[in-house]
């Protein structure tokens, strides 16, 4: 009877050990944001990425329990190695729900201009927000809430699916039609379809928008200033296309409806069938 006892409480000490062991490295973490100040709770080792505001670089941080982070226009935050995120601020825009997204911050989140689902920061943005929200419906219809954040960086990038850091007009289209090639149609981590897809969409915009942003991006491409698939692979796909914005919408429907994720030699199939 008595040694029973004993077997049970040893088996209730080992479960408490190899939990507290099992938190310790895979840490449940809360993250709490208030005024521009950032704090990690965490039960254990926590690996984070965090966007360096100055470099506009990801940086990797590793720590212990407690972490305090300042930030002063916006914070984008990965946590890597916790299973279980808590979350929660008066200026989180974006939350992080899988390994490969992450928390995002904006200092102005409350004062941000509006149009339909789309939220942004500057008033100029509006009429291109509008362009481009018509622009996009060819391809699918975005019902999440999008973040069109105008930050003086010298790149956009985006922060799937919700935030969409622009540095110029040019890239607007490009950095949401990842939403659907990136984010809807997940892309295999060796292709380049999806990007391919993006800047074109970036110049058909840019033809119906901007006429001269058009014709200047042509040139660029076809002089060889961008790095492909930015550059000459569009005006390849352009040409193959007839530049005939319709067809090419029709392929990016296709891709939409019938694939969750995709990689360059199943592209090249699809567009052979165009
Ligand atoms: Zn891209």
Redesign the pocket.
Known sequence: MQSNVFKTRYLLFFIFFSLIIFFLFFPITFTLEKKGQIIIFSSGYTNILLFDELSFDFNNNKFFFYYKLPYHDIQILNIINSPLRMQKGENLIQKQNRKSSAMVFYKDSHNLFKFDNYYYNRKWLEAKVKDVSSFLHNIGPIEEKVYILHLEMYRSFQILPNVYIISSFKDLA?ELS?YFFGYQVKADANSTWH?LL?EVNSVLFLRSFSRYRYLKELELKTVGFYYEPYGKSVINFLEYFNYDQERIFELERFILKNYKSLDDKEFENIIKKF
Do not use: D, F, Q
């Open positions: 490009h990842h990007e993006c």
